[in-house]
């Protein structure tokens, strides 16, 4: 009995390292098989019967807007955007100026800066952040990461970056663009960074060497910039009003008709004097003069979301352009608020509105495009 029980023994600890081998192997196969799901099964569209929907109902309610934004942007078949803002907020809302950015994107590849809504939870700053899934959920299937994010995180120096899984399941200003982006180029691939809470001078400092890393990925496989890769910055513009933003009040003009139109003007002073022209490293340090406090980058000053993607997004396309000797011009697409239009029904389409749109709550929409 002592000998059976020896030679159990001495079997258990000469397969033990075989079983933990096998095991660690299965679940790194596991997570390379992982797709990142959606997180807003309400505002965004999940499955191509919807998209497909919506995309017709773009056409049939909003097409004079549309064509419009098309127009005041200078977008033709030939367009090919280096860099493009575009709004993340319910479809419903949003509606044309989606198409309307997306349809000057044409490169394969498109690296998104995404904000970090909920960066304050898990403590993250200054650092960019990446995930480590290889595709993500897509309308017509699932949507692959690009090979050359890995690339990119072996060229950033240590200390600018994190991989972070659990604040990209969480946000969702990326995945937004991602159906749009599928819907006009299925074969898209994509590569997702975050920005959260930063002040300008670290983002100079993140945004040269990532600058530098995106070339580098480029020149290696003699990329065009705007032809095979580009860059896509998300964010919603002014969160307004004094009512359901969480006891905050963001009302900084007031909440009647007078005051709307005074935030609006705001709005188009920001996108008029940092966004619209030539893009130069003063004119993102003044849209964070614009959205943060002096005192505090923490803080709003004016509610953007995206007070630091934008900026990440325009300071890496600045050290870009340099690195391909190129001059690169902002052109305003178009720019609506959640009020000021009718918002889609969507309803029947089984998708709908995560908040809303009134004088005393509404949002604002800025797309534009870089050439």
């Known amino acids: 009995m002592k000998v059976n029980k020896r030679m159990f023994l001495f079997a258990l600890l000469f397969i033990l390292p075989f079983v933990w081998q096998c095991t660690k192997e299965d679940a790194s196969m596991a997570r390379k098989s992982v797709v990142r799901a959606p997180v807003d099964t309400v505002g965004f569209a999940r499955y191509a019967w919807q998209m497909d929907s919506l995309m017709k109902r773009i056409h049939r309610l909003q097409n004079k807007q549309l064509l419009n934004a098309i127009i005041q942007g200078k977008i033709t078949p030939q367009s090919e955007f280096k860099v493009a803002v575009c709004p993340h907020d319910d479809y419903g809302y949003v509606g044309y100026l989606y198409p309307a950015v997306m349809e000057g994107i044409k490169a394969k590849t498109v690296i998104i800066f995404g904000v970090a809504h909920k960066a304050r939870l898990l403590n993250l700053e200054d650092q960019i952040i990446f995930?480590?899934?290889?595709?993500?959920?897509?309308?017509?299937?699932?949507?692959?990461?690009?090979?050359?994010?890995?690339?990119?995180?072996?060229?950033?120096?240590?200390?600018?970056?994190?991989?972070?899984?659990?604040?990209?399941?969480?946000?969702?200003?990326?995945?937004?663009?991602?159906?749009?982006?599928?819907?006009?180029?299925?074969?898209?691939?994509?590569?997702?960074?975050?920005?959260?809470?930063?002040?300008?001078?670290?983002?100079?400092?993140?945004?040269?060497?990532?600058?530098?890393?995106?070339?580098?990925?480029?020149?290696?496989?003699?990329?065009?910039?705007?032809?095979?890769?580009?860059?896509?910055?998300?964010?919603?513009?002014?969160?307004?009003?004094?009512?359901?933003?969480?006891?905050?009040?963001?009302?900084?003009?007031?909440?009647?008709s007078a005051g709307y139109q005074k935030a609006v003007q705001h709005e188009m002073e920001i996108i008029n004097s940092c966004l619209n022209g030539p893009l130069q490293e003063e004119k993102i340090r003044r849209f964070m003069e614009f959205t943060v406090q002096p005192d505090d980058f923490r803080k709003y000053k004016w509610t953007w979301c995206g007070r630091y993607s934008v900026p990440m997004g325009l300071e890496t396309a600045y050290w870009l352009a340099h690195e391909f000797k190129q001059d690169l011009q902002g052109r305003l697409i178009g720019y609506a608020t959640s009020i000021d239009h009718t918002p889609l029904p969507v309803e029947d389409l089984r998708m709908g509105f995560t908040a809303p749109a009134h004088v005393r709550h509404w949002v604002g929409y800025a797309a534009l495009g870089w050439e």
Not at 199 to 219: G, N, T, Y
């Open 131 to 256: 995930d480590t899934y290889p595709a993500w959920h897509g309308i017509y299937g699932p949507i692959k990461v690009s090979d050359i994010r890995e690339e990119i995180i072996r060229a950033l120096p240590e200390g600018v970056y994190q991989i972070n899984d659990s604040m990209q399941t969480i946000e969702h200003s990326v995945e937004a663009l991602l159906p749009f982006l599928q819907y006009y180029r299925r074969d898209r691939e994509f590569v997702s960074i975050l920005v959260p809470y930063m002040s300008f001078e670290r983002m100079q400092k993140i945004a040269k060497p990532l600058a530098r890393a995106i070339a580098k990925v480029m020149k290696s496989r003699n990329w065009q910039w705007g032809k095979d890769l580009a860059l896509l910055i998300s964010t919603d513009a002014v969160h307004y009003g004094d009512k359901d933003w969480g006891g905050k009040n963001f009302a900084y003009y007031g909440t009647d």
